[in-house]
């Protein structure tokens, strides 16, 4: 039996979504997270403006991710696109608060390998903006483990924000009189993760709103998920349109 057209999976999304806006629900998808300290800070350093208008983003994730011999994430196509990629493409959404617009990818397998699927890639996001994204991944490392949410570096005209670990750092090499390297604190929020979506959920239904992240929403970070593996099969640029058009 032939595996199901990962293009369905998105069809289903939006019917879903559909079906909650006409039975006037509230359907929220638990983006965990961009709930955590690191964006949160991050997202309101870049608001305020500390590198000036950012134009290039990296993103690196490496790990021995899913390693378990059998399990879904091994048998199925994609799986690092579509079970982590989906939190990162998220991210980018939120920490840089833009729109996609087209993803060009590759994706792959190396050698060592224990994936049925591809669990390598690199992915060119272009956002709203000119600004474009590069979200570089393997899940089958056997090197340095990158923290879960990834290896960050976001460039703008006054210098650099950058996750090392768990810390955050601006930092500015050029030109030499402007130099500066500083730690920034994380705010201190009054819940983080799951309380936090738990919160906003509940705080969107008791003032009848829309939550961040719903589901309509989600469908945007979905998209990046499914235009990348459009991409990397057809060997094309592929525009979030085309999967958005109908929604």
């Known amino acids: ?19 909650s806006i006409q039975a006037k629900k509230t359907h929220m998808v ?3 997270y961009r709930f955590g300290t690191q964006p949160r800070t991050t997202h309101r350093l ?3 403006g500390i590198i000036g208008a950012p134009n290039q983003v990296t993103v690196g994730f490496y790990r021995a991710w899913a390693t378990q011999p059998g399990t879904h994430y091994t048998t199925m196509s994609y799986p690092l696109i579509t079970d982590m990629g989906i939190h990162h493409f998220d991210l980018l959404r939120y920490v840089m608060d833009c729109e996609p617009v087209a993803v060009h990818a590759r994706t ?18 272009d956002f709203e903006g000119g600004l474009v994204a590069t979200h570089h991944a393997l899940g089958s490392s056997t ?3 990158s923290p879960w949410n990834g290896e960050w570096r976001i460039e703008g005209p006054e210098g650099s924000l950058t996750w090392e670990e768990d810390q955050i750092f601006h930092t500015r090499d050029y030109p030499a009189n402007q130099r500066r390297r500083q730690e920034i ?3 201190n929020l009054p819940l ?5 979506i738990l919160m906003e959920l509940l705080s969107a239904v008791n003032e009848n709103r829309e939550p961040e992240c719903s589901g309509q929403d989600n469908l945007k970070s979905l998209a990046i998920v499914f235009a990348a593996i459009r991409s990397s099969k057809e060997n ?3 525009k979030i349109s085309e999967l958005l058009s109908d929604s």
Not at 5 to 17: M, N
């Open 46 to 48: 870049l608001k305020e």
């Open 108 to 125: 792959w397998n190396p050698p060592w390998g224990f994936h049925a699927g591809d669990a390598g890639h690199t992915a060119i996001i």
């Open 236 to 238: 094309r640029t592929v």
């Open 30 to 32: 638990p983006q965990n």
């Open 185 to 187: 604190p994380h705010d």
């Open 1 to 19: 039996m032939g595996e199901k057209p990962l293009s369905d999976d998105f069809e289903a999304a939006k019917r879903i979504v559909d079906a």
């Open 192 to 196: 983080i993760g799951q309380d936090a």
């Open 143 to 145: 090197g340095k483990s």
